[in-house]
T-cell receptor, first 112, second 115 residues
Framework: LAKTTQPISMDSYEGQEVNITCSHNNIATNDYITWYQQFPSQGPRFIIQGYKTKVTNEVASLFIPADRKSSTLSLPRVSLSDTAVYYCLVGDTGGTASKLTFGTGTRLQVTL | GAVVSQHPSRVICKSGTSVKIECRSLDFQATTMFWYRQFPKQSLMLMATSNEGSKATYEQGVEKDKFLINHASLTLSTLTVTSAHPEDSSFYIC???????????FGPGTRLTVT
């Protein structure tokens, strides 16, 4: 399982765009990149998943460069309720449930 | 979306007793469920993989005789912490994957406090 490295924490003001970058230098060909969000005393919640280039959904965008050795989660116009820990995971999701290895995560603090 | 529930949400037990935590997939069948443990301010740590109808696979360093896992049906896995001690106090989270699916759905977690 590829190891991931993320900033430990980030601060942002409400209404700003937040970009969290994750490094995964040893990503394998079959690996996907998945981001989860976790609020205190709750289970993680799936945000977005991608393999290459750009993926966008209703809550976030995921940018993956051609070499796939990093990825950036982009949260547009964050609000106070986006204060949470964000985890970047890399693993093979080829058709069966795979073990997920959580890294340290990035603690995002959004203030007024 | 797929929903995973856990029961109880929080439990307090005395040292030396056992406590059972249930993980249920409410609207889908899960052949595989995972159990994680999370200490305060730390990341999730995978404890074991629970497969319906077979023995669980434990991660290195996790005592299988202390953390008993049973996955008797496609919608229910249980984790029993036997002879609990204060150091077992933690947040236990399960996740489940739909049959043939890739995405894992996480439960809300169970806060265990051992006094």
């Amino acid at each position: 399982l590829a190891k991931t490295t993320q900033p430990i924490s980030m601060d942002s003001y409400e209404g700003q765009e937040v970009n969290i970058t994750c490094s995964h230098n040893n990503i394998a060909t079959n690996d996907y990149i998945t981001w989860y969000q976790q609020f205190p005393s709750q289970g993680p919640r799936f945000i977005i998943q991608g393999y290459k280039t750009k993926v966008t959904n209703e809550v976030a965008s995921l940018f993956i460069p051609a070499d796939r050795k990093s990825s950036t989660l982009s949260l547009p116009r964050v609000s106070l309720s986006d204060t949470a820990v964000y985890y970047c995971l890399v693993g093979d999701t080829g058709g069966t449930a795979s073990k997920l290895t959580f890294g340290t995560g990035t603690r995002l603090q959004v203030t007024l | 979306g797929a929903v995973v529930s856990q029961h109880p949400s929080r439990v307090i037990c005395k040292s030396g007793t056992s406590v059972k935590i249930e993980c249920r997939s409410l609207d889908f069948q899960a052949t595989t469920m995972f159990w994680y443990r999370q200490f305060p301010k730390q990341s999730l740590m995978l404890m074991a993989t629970s497969n319906e109808g077979s023995k669980a696979t434990y991660e290195q360093g996790v005592e299988k005789d202390k953390f008993l896992i049973n996955h008797a049906s496609l919608t229910l896995s249980t984790l029993t912490v036997t002879s609990a001690h204060p150091e077992d106090s933690s947040f236990y989270i399960c996740s489940a994957s739909d049959v043939g699916g890739d995405e894992q759905y996480f439960g809300p977690g169970t806060r265990l406090t051992v006094t």
